[in-house]
């Protein structure tokens, strides 16, 4: 079925400023920084959505990461892909293709260009609008579904701008409604292991930590490898820690920020740019205008963050250089600690003094239900499978009407340390004050649960 559905009056009126705005190729201009007055004092939560026996889902953006998407949602159920939207007609031919094949109606084509999406969101019966589109679009995506009166799902970032994580906010807040930003890697193994020896207490008060996006992924930004054009662009014209929320997104809900700690303030430092010159110099022809680009990204950047109770995070950036992956996922307690790549631990009164422990005897302990159970299944799904555990539980939230892991405050929280660390790096690593999206209510909020420990 694809019922149309009818906006208010109100709902319409803010769709209609939301379209002109975009027209012009700029959003509404609101307060744009720190904890600024403007902003309405109290945090007002969008309400726990009540149950749906079946998720109607319209898709934006059906790329390397919406497909995958596609996939997982295609494999849960309770699911209906009801629109798919993309400025590439084939990819969306192969998207409704995927559909048809899993057993569902072919959905309704959305092919029209880039603001085709306030269309979808405008005339369809959803319960969500999610979107896999390139950095720049996710804030005006998440927009025209919540104002249409939609959930709003989005890849990482949730947005580029301080302003944009404002208004997401907000606009979730007014209308009443979800705004997820999808960090895959809260769902990680061994992040979600991690999380519940914190809950659990193993590593003691939680006092600092090291993270970050560390990959080596020159051939994207250069054009090497194809896809992701559109990634190029924030490395030519910024300068700071460009992709936060993957190493930031699990410490953070470690340290309890939006639920009992919140980020203060952070500096940051980026490093000279050369990686992604010298690398155009070995790898593309003499005269090929990629040899002369100009980056502003330092290769690695640096960003400390404070939280208010006085916790620190290293955040590293780099992705311009040769090395192994990694995302560092260090946490650090006062009774011992735990690091990533690889995955070690170190628990005074356990460990050998001085010495690090693999994890496997600690998997046996704290590996959480949902990775024992649905976790030895997942060969073949993206990312480990993780990004089937993220929407495994997003359906199974909604399905449930339970709230859902991740909300919008987590959102803009780790999505804001991009643009505020530009400004430090701008400003010879100035403290930057971080803004407190829940206006407080992060005194009083409980804790996240480990998701079905
Ligand atoms: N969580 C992860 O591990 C992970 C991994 C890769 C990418 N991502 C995120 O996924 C998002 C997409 O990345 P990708 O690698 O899939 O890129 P991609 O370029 O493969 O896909 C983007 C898609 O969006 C489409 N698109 C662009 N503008 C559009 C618009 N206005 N309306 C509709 N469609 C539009 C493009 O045609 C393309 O199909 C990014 O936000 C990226 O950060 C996350």
Redesign the pocket.
Same mark, same amino acid.
């Given at each position: 079925m694809t019922a149309k559905k009818d906006l208010s009056n109100l709902e319409r009126r803010e769709f209609m400023k939301l379209g002109a705005a975009l027209g012009a190729g700029a959003l509404l201009h609101e307060a744009a920084s720190g904890n600024n007055p403007d902003h309405a004092a109290t945090a007002k939560e969008a309400p726990v959505a009540a149950a749906v026996e079946k998720v109607r889902v319209g898709f @934006?953006?059906?790329? =390397? !990461? =919406? %497909? $995958?998407h596609l996939r997982n949602l295609l494999h849960l159920e309770g699911v209906d892909i009801v629109a798919v939207? *993309?400025?590439?007609e084939e990819?969306v031919t192969r998207a409704q293709d995927m559909v048809e094949a899993a057993g569902q109606p072919r959905p309704v084509a959305?092919t029209r260009?880039?603001? *085709?999406?306030m269309r979808l969101c405008a005339e369809e019966d959803l319960t969500l609008v999610y %979107?896999? %589109? #390139?950095?720049e679009? &996710?804030a005006?995506?998440c927009l025209a579904a919540m104002t249409s009166g939609k959930h709003a799902v989005?890849? @990482? #970032?949730l947005a580029v701008t301080l302003e944009d994580c404002w208004r997401l906010v907000e606009t979730s807040e007014k209308y009443g409604k979800y705004c997820i930003m999808?960090? $895959?890697?809260c769902y990680g193994r061994t992040e979600m292991t991690v999380l519940n020896m914190v809950r659990q207490g193993v590593l003691g008060e939680i006092i600092h930590g090291e993270c970050g996006y560390l990959h080596d992924i020159r051939d994207i930004f250069l054009q090497i490898a194809p896809?992701?054009?559109?990634?190029q662009k924030h490395a030519l014209t910024r300068n700071g820690s460009l992709?936060t929320t &993957?190493g930031l997104g699990p410490v953070a809900q470690c340290m309890n920020i939006n639920r009992g700690d919140q980020f203060d303030y952070l500096v940051s430092m980026s490093s000279p740019s050369l990686g992604l010159e010298d690398y155009a110099r070995n790898k593309v022809p003499e005269d090929d205008p990629r040899r002369s680009l100009e980056f502003a990204a330092g290769d690695v950047n640096t960003t400390l963050i404070r939280t208010h109770a006085g916790r620190s995070i290293a955040l590293v950036y780099n992705a311009h250089n040769p090395r192994p992956y990694t995302r560092i996922n260090l946490v650090q307690g006062v009774k011992g600690l735990v690091e990533g790549y690889p995955d070690r631990v170190h628990i005074e009164g356990v460990s050998p003094v001085h010495e690090w422990e693999d994890m496997d005897q600690y998997w046996e302990q704290y590996e959480p239900t949902l990775w024992r159970e649905l976790g030895r299944n997942l060969t073949g799904f993206? &990312?480990g499978g !993780? *990004?089937y555990m993220e929407d495994y539980r997003l359906i199974k939230c909604l399905r449930e009407g339970i709230a859902p892991d991740l909300d919008v405050y987590d959102g803009a929280a780790w999505s804001c340390i991009a643009p505020l660390s530009e400004k430090s790096v701008a400003s010879r690593s100035a403290s930057v004050e971080i803004p407190d999206f829940t206006r407080g209510a992060w005194r009083t909020r409980p804790s996240l649960p480990v998701p079905e420990l």
């Amino acid at each position: 079925m694809t019922a149309k559905k009818d906006l208010s009056n109100l709902e319409r009126r803010e769709f209609m400023k939301l379209g002109a705005a975009l027209g012009a190729g700029a959003l509404l201009h609101e307060a744009a920084s720190g904890n600024n007055p403007d902003h309405a004092a109290t945090a007002k939560e969008a309400p726990v959505a009540a149950a749906v026996e079946k998720v109607r889902v319209g898709f @934006v953006g059906v790329g =390397g !990461m =919406g %497909t $995958n998407h596609l996939r997982n949602l295609l494999h849960l159920e309770g699911v209906d892909i009801v629109a798919v939207c *993309d400025i590439v007609e084939e990819k969306v031919t192969r998207a409704q293709d995927m559909v048809e094949a899993a057993g569902q109606p072919r959905p309704v084509a959305y092919t029209r260009g880039e603001l *085709d999406f306030m269309r979808l969101c405008a005339e369809e019966d959803l319960t969500l609008v999610y %979107t896999a %589109t #390139p950095w720049e679009w &996710h804030a005006q995506i998440c927009l025209a579904a919540m104002t249409s009166g939609k959930h709003a799902v989005t890849e @990482v #970032p949730l947005a580029v701008t301080l302003e944009d994580c404002w208004r997401l906010v907000e606009t979730s807040e007014k209308y009443g409604k979800y705004c997820i930003m999808m960090e $895959n890697c809260c769902y990680g193994r061994t992040e979600m292991t991690v999380l519940n020896m914190v809950r659990q207490g193993v590593l003691g008060e939680i006092i600092h930590g090291e993270c970050g996006y560390l990959h080596d992924i020159r051939d994207i930004f250069l054009q090497i490898a194809p896809g992701r054009e559109w990634f190029q662009k924030h490395a030519l014209t910024r300068n700071g820690s460009l992709y936060t929320t &993957h190493g930031l997104g699990p410490v953070a809900q470690c340290m309890n920020i939006n639920r009992g700690d919140q980020f203060d303030y952070l500096v940051s430092m980026s490093s000279p740019s050369l990686g992604l010159e010298d690398y155009a110099r070995n790898k593309v022809p003499e005269d090929d205008p990629r040899r002369s680009l100009e980056f502003a990204a330092g290769d690695v950047n640096t960003t400390l963050i404070r939280t208010h109770a006085g916790r620190s995070i290293a955040l590293v950036y780099n992705a311009h250089n040769p090395r192994p992956y990694t995302r560092i996922n260090l946490v650090q307690g006062v009774k011992g600690l735990v690091e990533g790549y690889p995955d070690r631990v170190h628990i005074e009164g356990v460990s050998p003094v001085h010495e690090w422990e693999d994890m496997d005897q600690y998997w046996e302990q704290y590996e959480p239900t949902l990775w024992r159970e649905l976790g030895r299944n997942l060969t073949g799904f993206g &990312h480990g499978g !993780m *990004d089937y555990m993220e929407d495994y539980r997003l359906i199974k939230c909604l399905r449930e009407g339970i709230a859902p892991d991740l909300d919008v405050y987590d959102g803009a929280a780790w999505s804001c340390i991009a643009p505020l660390s530009e400004k430090s790096v701008a400003s010879r690593s100035a403290s930057v004050e971080i803004p407190d999206f829940t206006r407080g209510a992060w005194r009083t909020r409980p804790s996240l649960p480990v998701p079905e420990l």
